[in-house]
């Protein structure tokens, strides 16, 4: 609950220092400010779970992990939006000010335990997101990724809204335990068509924010027109909370009508592997590719709700998001400072980094085997936990399909790889070093090492919830 | 005059409210799906989540529970702060596009 508050009003103290006029010390503050955060959130850790505003939040261990991870998340982000403090961008203050109110959306995210939060959250995130993604103004790509990205999030969250208003048609009320009780009584039973209408529409909901086959239509395009800093926070921080929302839900409100929904979410966790992974082979934009990379990890963050498997599935989600949000945070790093230097964004523009830049590529290419689920990494032990929930619960078939995506995944993940270490660079100002500062290099390495601790040592915080 | 809100509210079944809500919420649907400009969309938008607010105030109603009705509050303060912001997109594309049309916007394909 603390973190909240304290991102709010220092998110708007950050806005103030804006009036100042120097964007020098806007990073560091706003880094500050994200330090703090995360220092308060694990205080929360060991008290006994609280809820807030009448019981709409609850703040437990399963709360205090994720938004752990998207503090943390973002904090690792934030010094590779050092570019747009050199080049003295005009409105740097609302940028970091709406990156922080984000993150309070993605905290009620997963914390809520009344849909009206849900609701709330959602929506406090997406609309930051919808400004940011339009952030680079005479950018017509970037003007076009904010439309696309605005209208579909506003279509998705009326279908979430009628969906709820559908489930509390059916159950009379809002709070989770409480639609887990209606959910199970035999009296509503003449309800069960709306209650189980409503349960699709909301799945679709929150789908088109995770970006979930066959809702994924947006992804590739807005992740490739929004600015790349914002698409790396874009693909973790919202896929995260969006998860871990997911979960909350499925657990509590709708466990027990289980053999309605299961087949739904099955079937949609085999259409955003195959998506997902197939749709990745075909791109020559390395951007892009992690787009149809992020739909693919949507799918696999599904085989985790199939399985429901209580603190297996809870454990999963929590391990797969933080392994995968860390990568995703490494491979867009590079790439931006890439493409910032070469202005390019396909698998060329990264011939011959590995002469150039040995730090780069190696990060590159941790990152990459960590997404691929190469064992050493981060990456690896995420889907076997994942995959070890899903089996225990019988679901044999969906786990062989996974790993065979899985091993397509290793395909396209190699190419950037290939590029750096295998091919020469285009021409001579390719060849050229890209800009890295010190204190960029020093998180980079954190990044790396962080990826093969977790693929080392998965028990640090496989089993926390 | 002596009669309550909720009291007036029921005086109408509740399918006829889910079935106008529904009505509603498919129009809004439909009009996303088919028109080709922003501004025309986004109303199509609205009118998605207006369906909801007449739901919940309908479902509330009946229930005698005020949650339903709050809830319309919080989609009511929400969808002016979507407004705001989807305006703006949508005045920052008339400026770089001198139109509105979402055909237009083909740049990013794959």
């Known amino acids: 609950m603390i973190s909240i508050v304290l991102l709010s009003v220092l998110g708007i103290a950050n806005l103030f220092l804006g009036f100042l006029r120097s964007n020098r010390m806007l990073l560091p503050v706003a880094m500050l400010i994200l330090v703090v955060v995360f220092g308060a959130n694990v205080l929360d850790w060991n008290a006994a779970s609280q809820s807030y505003f009448n019981n709409m939040l609850t703040i437990d261990r399963y709360s205090v992990a994720f938004t752990g991870i998207v503090v943390l998340t973002t904090l690792l982000l934030l010094p590779f939006s050092e570019k747009y403090v050199r080049d003295g961008e005009a409105n740097l203050a609302e940028y970091y000010s709406l990156l922080l109110f984000s993150l309070v959306g993605a905290i009620m995210m997963v914390s809520y335990d009344n849909l009206l939060m849900l609701f709330v959250g959602i929506e406090i995130l997406s609309i930051s997101m919808y400004v940011l993604a339009g952030s680079d103004k005479r950018n017509v790509r970037s003007n076009e990724a904010a439309l696309k990205y605005f209208l579909m999030g506003s279509f998705a969250t009326g279908i979430l809204l009628f969906g709820i208003a559908l489930v509390y048609g059916a159950t009379g009320t809002f709070q989770l335990t409480q639609i887990g009780a209606g959910v199970a009584n035999p009296a509503n039973a003449s309800f069960t068509p709306m209650l189980y209408i409503g349960m699709l529409l909301m799945f679709i909901g929150i789908s088109f924010k995770v970006s979930a086959a066959p809702f994924h239509y947006w992804t590739p395009d807005v992740y490739e027109g929004t600015p790349t800093f914002f698409t790396a926070f874009m693909s973790t921080v919202v896929k995260t909370a969006g998860f871990a929302a997911f979960l909350k839900l499925l657990m509590i409100a709708f466990s027990s009508a289980q053999s309605f929904w299961i087949p739904t979410i099955m079937a949609m966790t085999v259409l955003t592997l195959l998506i997902g992974n197939v749709g990745a082979v075909a791109q020559n934009s390395a951007k892009r590719m992690l787009a149809y990379s992020s739909i693919s990890h949507a799918g696999y963050l599904f085989i985790g709700l199939v399985a429901l498997n209580g603190k297996l599935s809870a454990n999963g989600i929590f391990f797969y998001s933080l392994a995968y949000s860390i990568a995703t945070v490494a491979a867009f790093a590079v790439l931006k400072l890439v493409i910032d230097q070469r202005q390019r964004e396909d698998y060329d523009g990264l011939n011959g980094l590995a002469k150039t830049n040995p730090l780069l590529a190696f990060v590159m290419t941790v990152a990459m085997l960590s997404l691929a689920g190469i064992p050493l990494t981060g990456g690896f032990f995420g889907k076997f936990f994942l995959f070890g929930a899903a089996v225990d619960k019988g679901h044999i078939g969906l786990v062989v399909f996974a790993v065979v995506m899985s091993m397509v995944g290793i395909y396209y993940y190699l190419r950037p790889v290939i590029a750096m270490y295998m091919r020469p660079a285009i021409d001579e100002e390719d060849a050229t070093p890209v800009a890295v500062t010190g204190f960029q290099s020093a998180v980079l390495v954190l990044l790396a090492l962080l990826t093969i601790v977790l693929g080392v040592l998965p028990s640090l915080v496989s089993n926390l919830l | ?110």
């Open chain 2, 1 to 110: 005059m002596d009669q309550n809100i909720p009291e007036v509210i029921r005086t109408v079944p509740l399918q006829y409210y889910i079935y106008f809500a529904t009505a509603l919420f498919a129009i809004g649907v439909t009009g996303v799906l088919t028109r080709r400009n922003a501004i025309i969309i986004f109303m199509c938008i609205e009118l998605m989540l207006n369906a909801v607010n007449i739901l919940l105030t309908a479902f509330s109603a009946y229930r005698s529970d005020p949650n339903g009705q709050i809830f319309v509050f919080f989609i009511m303060a929400v969808a002016a702060a979507e407004v705001s912001v989807g305006l703006g997109i949508i005045v920052m594309i008339y400026r770089n596009f001198q139109n509105t049309d979402v055909n237009l916007l083909n740049r990013l394909k794959w």
